[in-house]
């Protein structure tokens, strides 16, 4: 299987729905709440990187010169 293939993400994503029960819902929902907290996390992070790349542009600018 290949990195980034679909089939590589079908057997990703089957491991998770591998983990919804039909007797305890609660498998589902924490599957889409942990699905939207990740997406968060590494929304957050990347905007930190942004920013810690702008600052670093600004030091090449302010100590290097264009």
């Known amino acids: ?6 089939s590589y993400y079908a057997e990703q ?4 729905i591998a983990d919804i029960q039909h007797d ?3 498998f589902g929902d924490n599957l889409v709440a ?3 907290i990740a997406i968060a996390d590494w929304k957050a992070y990347h905007e930190q990187q942004v920013i810690e790349l702008e600052r670093v542009a600004k030091k090449v600018d302010d100590e290097i010169g264009v």
């Open 24 to 26: 305890d819902p609660s």
């Open 34 to 36: 942990g699905f939207k």
């Open 13 to 16: 994503f089957a491991d998770f």
């Open 1 to 6: 299987m290949i990195y980034g293939t679909p």
